[in-house]
């Protein structure tokens, strides 16, 4: 009796969580949220996909579209805060990595409440596919702040950079770059309906 | 009792040795290396990726900058196939054809309409994504392969798109008039050790 309780202990106390992504550089808590966008590369990939196309349409858009991300992205953690949290994100993530991505390839003037629905669905899934990896409610939800910080500060990095490519050579540059991505999301969506 | 013992040591190590439980498995590194070296380390589609940058530099605009944004996304739909398994005859043959065409088209300095060197590179583009995408290799992560495979595809236009800027120069021209006859020569030996 008193071994079985040991070995349940022993299960208890060496098993390691169920995590939905690995926690980057093995950090917990703010960090590892802030770190969290930038280490899942789905997420990288939607990120430079909405970052260029917002930047690629500057002047022309203003700042309605990061902003309609950052409270789509805050209400997305807010719902996963309430423990919801689909299957589908990951694969909702790189669909919208492929519109972006495709649509700086085509690089054609848009307007911008296109922006603003793009921008809040890249918000919204993003924070549904970034479940916290740690079970105390208290350390996810701090976790969760992380993201949202984190998720936010990449797509406007993003976004700044993006505006600042004035160039002929730089916007070909850019367009190649959203054929990449657009490229690299169809495969990897191609490969998820497989395995 | 000591049934219960050796019982416990058994189960132990499995404790200890256990890993997380991850959704995102494979070596993002690996996974990105092997993707990046594919297109590398086959010198038929090496030499195919150079001829289409060639051949986009020796068109001109737009056909300079249209052929390295459309053809990651056509490579990527040949990926899709090769990846879903869909039966695709005589890729290599394909591939083969592909330098031995496109090798042609920069020798003989060959200015057909857009739309016919687009579809042209297309069909190509088709057989050198199945390509990539059966060779997958069980394991890897999914993204980074990809994004491997499609930023060296691009590497290699842009290395063809900066030799072919020597044609501004008439012996440049003759050089890389010469490099097109050169890679139809190669097409021609890959095609030769097929049969």
């Known amino acids: 009796m008193m071994l079985r309780a ?14 939905a992504h690995p926690p980057p550089l093995g950090l917990k808590g703010f960090f590892g949220g802030l770190l969290h966008p930038a280490f899942v590369s789905g997420h990288v990939l939607a990120l430079l996909g909405l970052g260029l196309l917002i930047g690629q349409q500057m002047p022309a858009w203003g700042m309605a579209a990061p902003a309609a991300y950052i409270v789509a992205l805050a209400a997305g953690l807010g719902v996963i805060a309430l423990a919801f949290a689909p299957t589908w994100a990951g694969e909702a993530v790189l669909v919208l990595a492929l519109v972006t991505g495709g649509l ?13 629905v793009l921008a809040v669905a890249t918000g919204f899934a993003i924070a549904l596919d970034s479940p916290p990896e740690v079970i105390s409610v208290r ?12 998720a936010s500060i990449l797509l406007v990095a993003v976004v700044e950079a993006a505006s600042r490519l004035t160039r002929n050579w730089q916007r070909l540059g850019a367009r190649i770059f959203g054929s990449w991505i657009a490229a690299s ?3 990897v969506l191609a490969i998820r309906l497989v395995r | 009792m000591t049934r219960y013992v050796i019982r416990l040591f058994a189960v132990l190590p499995c404790l200890l040795m256990a890993s997380d439980a991850l959704a995102h498995t494979g070596d993002v590194t690996g996974g990105f290396a092997s993707g990046f070296a594919h297109p590398l380390l086959g010198p038929d589609h090496v030499v195919a990726m150079v001829a289409v940058g ?9 056909a300079i900058y249209l052929l390295p944004v459309v053809f990651p996304l056509v490579m990527a739909a040949g990926g899709v196939l090769g990846i879903l398994g869909v039966p695709l005859p005589f890729t290599e043959v394909g591939i083969a054809l592909s330098a031995i065409v496109l090798g042609l088209m920069v020798a003989m300095a060959a200015r057909p309409p857009l739309w016919i060197a687009a579809l042209l590179v297309g069909v190509f583009a088709i057989f050198h994504g199945y390509a990539h995408g059966a060779e997958l290799p069980p394991g890897a992560d999914a993204l980074a392969y990809s994004a491997g495979f499609v930023m060296a595809t691009g590497a290699l236009h842009l290395a063809g798109i900066a030799f072919g800027l020597l044609a501004r120069w008439p012996a440049g021209r003759i050089a890389v008039r010469a490099a097109g006859g050169l890679i139809a020569v190669a097409g021609v030996v890959f095609l030769g050790r097929l049969a």
């Open chain 1, 6 to 19: 040991l070995a349940t202990v022993a299960f208890v106390l060496l098993a390691d969580p169920a995590m």
């Open chain 1, 104 to 116: 700086v390839a085509l690089a054609r003037p848009l307007p911008e409440a296109a922006g603003c």
């Open chain 1, 139 to 150: 350390e996810a939800n701090i976790m969760l702040i992380g993201t949202a910080f984190g």
């Open chain 1, 185 to 187: 999301a169809i495969l």
């Open chain 2, 54 to 62: 060639l051949w986009g530099a020796f068109l001109g605009p737009p």
